[in-house]
């Protein structure tokens, strides 16, 4: 039932956010000529999907919720990429918007990506990271001293928690 409501939440806010959006900011955009470089906006694209949908997919069956914040995981996940930074489902939408950017050569779409940055940083830090310090205690304040917010720090990494 998790992966049901995780896809759920997946068609309406991820792919709002990086898709439907996208498309009707780019639309008010004349087209510009192609060069080669822009295709490698597909790689980022790619990767933060691939990012999302693994951390989606950690949150269904090991945390047993969804990356809703109406029906969050009931259990912490620190494993897979949360070992290496606290939000890599954001970090994968940030990325994806950012190979957007690339693809369509879009500078509009590089400032959309900066104000989601702005707005993931401000639910993290309001919401959030107080919900989930009130949720699982000392286990998740621990896990804010050993792993970045953002920027993925490997060193080490036999050192944290891995649940």
């Known amino acids: ?16 956010v990086t898709i439907l959006i996208p498309r009707w900011l780019l639309s008010a955009q ?10 490698f906006g597909l790689i980022s694209i790619a990767i933060g999907a691939a990012i999302y949908l693994w951390c989606a997919w950690d949150f269904a069956t090991f945390g047993k919720g969804t990356p809703a914040p109406i029906d969050p995981p009931k ?20 990325s994806t918007l950012l190979g957007e950017a690339v693809l369509f050569e879009s500078t509009v779409l590089v400032a959309y990506a ?40 490997f060193s080490n990494l036999a050192e944290r928690p891995v649940r």
């Open 1 to 16: 039932m998790n992966i049901f409501k995780t896809l759920v939440f997946t068609i309406l806010v991820p792919c709002l």
């Open 30 to 39: 004349p087209s510009q000529p192609a060069s080669a470089f822009r295709y």
């Open 114 to 153: 900066g104000a989601i940055l702005l707005l993931f940083q401000l639910f993290i830090v309001i919401y959030e990271e107080p919900a989930l310090a009130k949720q699982f205690g000392e286990v998740y304040r621990t896990y804010c001293v050993t792993t970045p917010r953002w920027i993925p720090r």
């Open 75 to 94: 259990e912490l996940v620190m494993r897979g990429l949360y070992r290496f930074t606290r939000n890599p489902m954001y970090v994968g939408v940030l």
